[in-house]
């Protein structure tokens, strides 16, 4: 099916078309791991993650999927420095060396995202590599090296620094972000990482050593400048070694668009002549009582604490994907419970078709069911349509006796579905043996014998009884199932 996708570049949705025939190439800024991510981050790649299941199964492409991992940044170092009040006994001892004591934290962290990561459901094998910061910094110095030769880059006290005024005699700064150059002062210089719109300046590429700071050598013309790389080279450095120029797709959070992309998209531009991608998508935020979720802020949930309240992943992530990525996602405990009842609802329905019963003749056109349903995920992975549609099949045919050629076609329907959301079982409900006391079974035995006689009334507070006492009956036509709630 065509996909597609809304460009933050063209503030367009455009038809998506695969650059090459052999792989569609994902590029999604990763996590910084300096700390157990928060549930907004895991909105970020939830959503990639979904992008890139729509992308092969609803448009049939193969694809290469990289995320990076931000292990050497403003807050790794900051975590990790000796003597830090949140460094976890679980990592071991700190030791004499900063870089180690960085590489012990952000392995810690990293191996808890990936944990967390598989428990909302995301495959480990679509990813094609999940490169982190510090095995590229060779990469990184050889990008610099050519934005400084174009002359797009200078040195100041051991610091190198993209020139932004160079670089905007050719170029467009701001391609996906309005930028108000109103404030911009010609030469000013910032070495943050993140950065608001009123601070735009030169940014760092390379910040020189600093005391308790982990470093590498970088020889330019045959001096030394010893240091470590800013935020925003990594990703251009990784882009280019791994998926090559330019890929297909780049993703990341709204709040990415600026500085991170601009910054991006000019180091691409500068240093290797070639913008990063063709479509850039962002997801928005997800939001607690109208605020972004945000460490900075502390109206943040980890999936663990979320885990310990009683949640399951799966309904966090059939949540968050049940709202378009474009929308703001409000947080709320009762909205997961509706996403948790609403998930079990379409399980209800699957485990249905596995069930085999007489008389089953209704032909639900299952061909429309999977033409609305994918094309609206073809059309920017519009999952709340996609939804509406699946519900409105669901509400119209459950309890129907569905005849076996339909079902086998909902049973494939359902399979590819869930390559897609990845939150059901396609498969017969297990059924855990139990034993149905007898007199359950006298009471279930008694109804349908009212039934037969049409006593409706009986049968209902017959029904009523077992289900004050534990257990739900449902009927099928000449018999009945108990099941122990
Ligand atoms: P970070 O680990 O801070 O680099 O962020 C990782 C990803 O999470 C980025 O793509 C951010 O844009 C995204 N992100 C951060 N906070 C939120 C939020 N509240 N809602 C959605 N995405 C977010
Ligand atoms: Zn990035």
């Not at 078309?17 to 939830?46: E, Q, W």
């Not at 679980?90 to 900063?98: A, L, T, V």
């Not at 495959?123 to 060779?138: C, E, G, L, V």
Request: charged share 25%; hydrophobic share 35%; net charge negative.
């Amino acid at each position: 099916m065509q996909i597609k996708l809304y460009n933050t570049l063209s503030k367009q949705i455009e038809n998506f078309n695969a650059l090459d025939d052999k792989d569609v190439k994902i590029y999604s800024c990763g996590p910084t791991v300096y700390n157990y991510a928060h549930i907004g981050n895991m909105r970020a790649f939830l959503f990639a993650d979904f992008l890139q299941r729509v992308i092969r199964t609803v448009g049939g492409f193969q694809v290469k999927w990289v995320m990076n991992i931000t292990n050497i940044d403003d807050k790794t170092i900051r975590d990790s420095r000796i003597g830090s009040q949140v460094w976890l006994p679980e990592m071991g001892n700190q030791s004499e060396d900063i870089l180690q004591n960085l590489l012990t934290l952000t392995e810690f962290y990293e191996k808890s995202f990936i944990q967390d990561i598989a428990a909302l459901g995301v495959n480990s094998n679509h990813f094609y590599k999940m490169p982190r910061a510090t095995d590229y910094i060779n990469q990184m110095q050889k990008l610099i090296l050519k934005i400084i030769n174009k002359r797009t880059a200078y040195i100041s006290q051991g610091s190198i620094y993209f020139d932004l005024s160079e670089y905007r005699k050719t170029e467009t700064y701001g391609k996906l972000f309005n930028i108000d150059f109103g404030n911009f002062i010609e030469g000013s210089r910032i070495d943050s990482d993140q950065y608001e719109r009123e601070n735009i300046s030169d940014f760092v590429l390379w910040k020189s050593k600093r005391e308790d700071e982990p470093y590498w050598d970088f020889e330019i013309d045959g001096q030394n400048y010893p240091g470590r790389p800013g935020w925003h080279i990594e990703c251009s450095a990784m882009e280019f070694d791994i998926l090559g120029l330019p890929f297909d797709i780049h993703t990341g959070g709204v709040d990415l668009r600026f500085p991170h992309h601009e910054d991006e998209i000019a180091q691409s531009k500068a240093g290797y002549g070639i913008e990063p991608t063709v479509f850039w998508c962002h997801n928005e935020f997800l939001e607690v009582e109208g605020e972004k979720m945000s460490k900075s802020k502390g109206n943040f949930f980890t999936l663990r604490d979320l885990i310990d309240q009683g949640f399951d992943p799966l309904d966090i992530r059939f949540s968050i994907l049940s709202t378009h990525y474009g929308s703001i996602y409000n947080f709320t405990n009762s909205g997961i419970k509706a996403s948790a009842k609403a998930r079990a609802r379409v399980q209800e329905f699957i485990y249905s078709i596995f069930d085999t019963a007489d008389n089953s003749e209704v032909q639900p056109d299952i061909q429309k069911l999977k033409n609305d349903v994918f094309g609206a995920l073809a059309d920017d992975l519009h999952s709340p349509k996609a939804l509406a549609k699946l519900f409105g099949f669901i509400n119209e045919y459950s309890g129907k006796a569905i005849d076996e050629l339909s079902k086998d076609s909902l049973k494939e329907f359902f399979t590819e579905l869930n390559e897609v959301f990845n939150v059901w079982e396609i498969s017969p409900r297990v059924e855990i043996e139990i034993k149905i006391p007898s007199k359950i079974i006298d009471i279930a035995e008694k109804r349908l014998i009212v039934r037969a006689n049409k006593d409706f009334a009986e049968s209902d507070n017959l029904r009523k009884i077992l289900d004050d006492l534990g257990y739900i009956i449902k009927d099928s036509k000449d018999s009945y199932t108990i099941i122990k709630k």
